[in-house]
């Protein structure tokens, strides 16, 4: 053992010791509770919280990421949010469907901006078009709006003024209508997303997502910033304009940028942070118990193949028998066991990861069942096929940013798959280099991938290999394109079997990604913290959060 992880274990058993005393609590979102909170000091009550990466521009349409929205998610007050329990209302206060499921009605609740505005249907209608106007090389999610709201797809990239005719009108201070290009049953699951927020022309001009690094811009949720460096450190005051104000029991909040994940942990440890969101599960799942330790989030973590023909690195990925020797050659509860996290990593033997609900039967991965499993006779006879054995094996690489999980992952695969016959190179990327050549590029052959829930409907992660879903289409096939057409058009139980047969599909007919395990990402909250939650995508919300410190 190194001096720094000795000196890292003594400082937390110093820390359990003043801490023992401490008791923890649930933490869901009750509107702030009653009564406590409340500090004698004269001192702002800041809470302090940390990120693993740089957020990308602080503009919602692209900030939307799981980094970002710890941060936006502060700053604003959607119609719908993500919560434990599901989607639920929050400036929607009524919302009507047409018989047809093809036009949204919704009222907004009496809010104001941190500059005393009030906050009107027209920034809801707004909000959206900016999104267009900075264009689908730029938003990544803009396809929430391309896909479902009526002429949306014309207007890409366009100034918002020339979007006269999109499917999203104020009707009048307090009452927004959005007209569908067809039926969506979780429409209100996307209005969560930073693309349909309100924004004002004012402060957010078409076409330009610079504005948000400069302070001064108002805000519409609990929280505005009064201090931006996304390489370091975002602060943030409360907005006494919000219309819930009053049950917000911090002064504010200042989000920390420390990318190395040791680092974080000695911060949290040495209360320099109440709330650490980037750390290695394997270390904090052995030093902390529910009390601190918890998993945010439902993530799926896969290796992604570039099998498109137009775009594919390696031609024997085009090799079906190759793709599903890589599906049966790998032991995932291996895996989970090298990381050594406990309960919050498990193997995953599908594309969709627990905690997906099936309207039906609960959950959609328990309804769903395996399409994959560790196989590694059957994965040599699969590389047979393709002409490849340990004695000639395939030469395969695989791109990775690192970090102690991922790391952990690329060195058990690079094992196991050299006993089937691949021998698996590595090669490593800083994070927006590797994000750029990934998804932007389609430059590698096979890469580390994860993504967490978006909404909670299993198309968040199925739609994924679509064509139009990715920047460059690099993985996912014309068939599989056309499941997801079909499911467009679907609904209830109908829609849930033919989403089973998708994915099925891409996993176990075609093995076009190779599921590798689910997780939570490895949050640790002070005692003292409460009032937070998780917001189901891999991040929190705090707008009442309190420090009982």
């Known amino acids: 053992m190194n001096m720094k992880k000795l000196l890292t274990l003594l400082l937390v058993m110093l820390m359990a010791l003043s801490l023992a005393a401490c008791g923890g609590g649930g933490n869901t979102p009750s509107g702030g509770g009653e009564g406590g909170g409340e500090t004698p000091s004269a001192e702002p009550v800041i809470f302090k919280y940390a990120v693993g990466d740089s957020p990308n521009y602080l503009d919602p349409a692209i900030a939307s990421d799981s980094i970002g929205s710890y941060v936006i998610n502060q700053m604003y007050y959607p119609l719908y949010y993500f919560s434990p ?11 009507k469907v047409s018989d047809d499921g093809l036009v949204y009605t919704i009222t907004i609740v009496d809010n104001k901006w941190s500059d005393g505005q009030p906050v009107t249907a027209e920034d809801f209608v707004y909000g959206p078009k900016h999104a267009l106007s900075l264009g689908d090389a730029e938003v990544s999610y803009l396809a929430w709006i391309t896909d479902y709201i009526v002429n949306a797809k014309d207007y890409v990239g366009k100034n918002t003024d020339e979007m006269t005719d999109l499917g999203i009108k104020a009707l009048d201070d307090k009452t927004v209508e959005y007209t569908l290009v067809k039926p969506c049953s979780f429409f209100t699951s996307l209005l969560w997303g930073g693309i349909y927020y309100p924004l004002r022309p004012d402060f957010a001009p078409s076409g330009d997502y610079t ?10 949720g609990a929280f505005y910033a009064t201090s931006i460096d996304r390489a370091a450190k975002i602060e943030m005051a409360k907005n006494e304009n919000w219309f819930d104000a009053a049950k917000v029991k911090v002064d504010g909040l200042e989000c920390q940028v420390v990318t190395d994940m040791e680092s974080q942990l000695m911060a949290y440890q040495a209360d320099e942070l109440d709330f650490a969101t980037s750390l290695s599960a394997g270390t904090v799942s052995k030093l902390y118990d529910d009390s601190e330790l918890f998993a945010s989030g439902n993530v799926n973590y896969y290796m992604e193949l570039n099998m498109r023909p137009d775009t594919a690195k390696n031609p024997a990925l085009l090799d ?40 039906t039967d609960g959950d959609f991965r328990e309804s769903g069942g395996d399409y994959c499993s560790y196989d590694p006779e059957a994965a040599v006879e699969f590389l047979a096929k393709a002409g490849y054995s340990v004695d000639n094996p395939l030469e395969l690489e695989y791109y990775y940013n690192q970090n102690t999980t991922h790391d952990t992952v690329a060195a058990v695969l690079k094992e196991q798959l050299a006993k089937i016959g691949i021998n698996l190179n590595l090669k490593t990327g800083d994070v927006r280099t590797f994000f750029d050549d990934r998804d932007n590029q389609g430059n590698f052959e096979a890469a580390r991938g994860a993504m967490s829930a978006d909404y909670n409907d299993a198309l968040t992660y199925l739609d994924m290999p679509t064509a139009t879903y990715q920047t460059k289409a690099v993985w996912g096939d014309t068939v599989y394109d056309d499941l997801m057409l079909e499911i467009a058009s679907m609904s209830g139980q109908e829609r849930i079997a033919k989403l089973h047969e998708a994915e099925k599909y891409l996993v176990e007919d075609q093995a076009m990604v190779i599921p590798l395990f689910g997780y939570g990402s490895a949050v640790l909250r002070k005692p003292y913290i409460s009032g937070d939650f998780d917001n189901g995508q891999g991040n929190s919300i705090f707008w009442y959060v309190e420090k009982n410190k």
């Open 85 to 95: 329990n599901g989607i639920l209302p929050a400036a929607a206060a009524d919302t």
């Open 211 to 220: 504005w948000a690094d400069t302070v001064g811009y108002p805000s519409c």
């Open 320 to 359: 079906l028998n190759v793709r599903k020797a890589i599906l049966y050659g790998i032991d995932r509860q291996a895996i989970c066991d090298a990381i050594d996290a406990g309960t919050i990593y498990y193997p995953l033997y599908g594309f969709v990861p627990y905690g997906i609900v099936d309207p």
